[in-house]
């Protein structure tokens, strides 16, 4: 007797699928918000369980730690053995070219900006993907209810992508075309004499310049 087929969708969906439809839940851009979530999680399992790795430690020794925006995740853990432990090194050497007065040259990337390139490309070819009818219409209905892709998270997968897909080029394009529609609307009302038509903005008009500065993040 043959084994019976399991007609099961959720099993043939990606893990991606599921943790974009829950970003795409959140406000601001989606992938940002995986970012953010993904990095802290890396950088707390290398911190607690893969501190005395030596392939790591060679290559945060090369870069010279975290880059500065990194650095700054550290400061969300409570333990601060693990980073007192990786700090010391680095604070070390930093010392003594002090002394020589010769700053030496660090040729390695961060290594949480290495693992941050590796999920910003898989998440971009995975949206960018043509997946089966349903899952992919799915897919389309949730992420056309987020915020969409930031400006630079666009721009990246206009660079890796060779064509994307128009449903979500369409999405983009009208997000940024509409954004740039208010700002320049809140420029023109905010000129000296424009006081009366500035109040009938929206409350989210008065203050477009927010969103443009999070989407030129």
Not at 19 to 25: G, N, V
Not at 96 to 116: N, T
Not at 162 to 186: A, C, D, G, H
Request: positive net charge.
């Amino acid at each position: 007797m043959s084994p019976p087929v399991i007609n099961n969708m959720a099993e043939e969906k990606h893990v991606n699928y599921f943790a974009l439809q829950k970003a795409c839940e959140k406000p601001g851009c989606p992938l940002c918000t995986l970012i953010e979530e993904r990095i802290t999680r890396y950088i707390d399992i290398i911190l607690f369980e893969h501190i005395s790795d030596r392939r790591f430690r060679a290559d945060y020794k090369k870069s010279g730690g975290f880059c500065k925006e990194h650095s700054k995740v550290l400061l969300n853990f409570r333990d601060g053995l693990a980073v007192a432990i990786l700090g010391r090194g680095t604070l070390s050497e930093y010392i003594e070219d002090f002394k020589k007065k010769k700053m030496r040259l660090y040729k390695g990337i961060c290594p949480a900006c290495l693992k941050k390139n590796s999920i910003e490309e898989g998440f971009l070819s995975f949206l960018a993907e043509k997946h089966n009818e349903n899952m992919q219409s799915e897919l389309e209905s949730f992420f056309t209810k987020s915020e969409g892709l930031c400006l630079r998270h666009y721009a990246q997968m206009v660079k890796l992508i060779r064509r994307i897909p128009k449903w979500l080029e369409t999405f983009q394009m009208e997000k940024f075309e509409q954004l740039y529609e208010r700002v320049s609307n809140f420029i023109e009302l905010s000129a000296w004499g424009r006081q009366e038509d500035f109040a009938k903005l929206s409350d989210e008009d008065k203050i477009v310049w927010k969103e443009l500065a999070i989407k030129l993040q």
